[in-house]
């Protein structure tokens, strides 16, 4: 199957700090990908939608100028959490959608830990 | 609006056992339903998926999953589970270009 690779898998930072997040589809083109937050034993919450050369959709309650999300080629979109608090500590978990199988692909997720 | 329902948190079954995990939905026309799996700290593993055709559908692993119309159902099942197929899983609709996600249901394979 089509694979979607997400960078990094973990990481720690500083209150205060910004993070970006990378997702690449490797094998296949993605005008569409999906950024989720997933808290500890729970389901998948939708932020945004990724738009190659467009702006991101964001759902409700999602704060666009902290989470900044780029999808600058069909294989690469980016998410970025500025000025991160503790709170904004979570697994986030990306997706492209394959347009000709209708299949999303995940990737392996991110833990975020903001100290 | 759109909405899933898995109505258990946690399904345990003894290997060897056929298991079931129940998946609801609800959405206004007609949907396209996947199954993912999720091991800790990991991303969502794509197990099967419905958008026509023959209601039984076979997916990875020797899942399979029957969309139900008039219920709006769409159970997941193996007929034999493994130690292994021990894991998150989340039923997923997909309707107008928006996915929306069960809760979970945490299946337990016991020796």
């Known amino acids: 199957g089509a694979v979607v690779s997400q960078h990094p898998s973990w990481v720690i930072c500083k209150s205060g700090t910004s993070v970006k997040i990378e997702c690449r589809s490797l094998?296949?083109?993605?005008?569409?990908m999906f950024w989720y937050r997933q808290f500890p034993k729970q389901s998948l919450m939708l932020m945004a939608t990724s738009n190659e050369g467009s702006k991101a959709t964001y759902e409700q309650g999602v704060e666009k100028d902290k989470f900044l999300i780029n999808h600058a080629s069909l294989t690469l979109s980016t998410l970025t959490v500025t000025s991160a608090h503790p709170e904004d500590s979570s697994f986030y978990i990306c997706?492209?959608?394959?347009?000709?199988?209708?299949?999303?692909?995940f990737g392996q997720g991110t833990r975020l830990t903001v100290v | 609006a759109q909405s899933v329902a898995q109505p258990e948190d946690q399904v345990n079954v003894a290997e060897g056992n056929p298991l079931t995990v129940k998946c609801t939905y609800s959405?206004?026309?007609?949907?396209?339903l996947f199954w993912y799996v999720q091991y800790p700290n990991r991303g969502l593993q794509f197990l099967l998926k419905?958008?026509?055709?023959?209601?039984l559908v076979k997916g990875s692993y020797g899942f399979e999953a029957e969309f139900n119309k008039s219920q709006t159902s769409f159970h997941l099942k193996k007929p034999s589970a493994l130690v292994s197929d021990s894991a998150l899983y989340f039923c997923a609709v997909r309707f107008a270009g928006k996915s929306t996600f069960g809760d979970g249901t945490t299946l337990t394979v016991k020796p």
């Open positions: 419905y958008i026509t055709g023959d209601n």
């Open positions: 959405v206004s026309g007609n949907p396209y």
């Open positions: 997706s492209a959608r394959d347009e000709g199988t209708f299949e999303a692909f």
């Open positions: 094998d296949f083109q993605a005008t569409t």
